[in-house]
């Protein structure tokens, strides 16, 4: 995977590079948000592209700023200008391997839902990261989310809320802990 734009510093290049499927307490995660929507940012962008930075536990060489470069090519802004990075500290992991964490709908036992923390590298950006969710073993992606997880579908309404309270709440709490059961702090 080579890194075609110029402007990105080589550490975040992913050429030769392994992912990396543990991660560590903690470890840190940068995410980057519009100012005025970082308390709940997941409320505003589709649930199959949760993306975060992690840092490998290496603050000084993987900075919470690299999260604000672009890695669109062609496209002519080389970093994304007033936005905040909010910073998740993991601590607690109970498999000792990654964040997972599994929500049973309450309307339907046999619907259940898996978030999972995953190392994803991009070509420009190796410590890139997603929180992949699946339903019943299906990983929702751009393709099936219209199907699955639109506002169309009320099959999973309720599942969409707990999806997203969960991921608010690390944010809220700057922490990310499986052991924790969610606050639900209010109905969206």
Known sequence: MNCPLDYIPKHLHTIDKPTIVKFTVGEELYYRC???????PYDQIPLFDISHNRNFGQPSTYLKDDVLYNIIEGDPNERYENLEVITLIITQLKNNTTYTKEIVSSNNPNLKVNIKLIHDPEPCMYPHSVFEISINDEIINRNNFKKLLNKKNRTYKNLRTDIRQELSSMI???LINDNID???IDNP
């Open 182 to 184: 969610v606050e639900i």
């Open 34 to 40: 519009r100012k005025g929507t970082c308390e709940k």
């Open 172 to 174: 809220q709490s700057g």
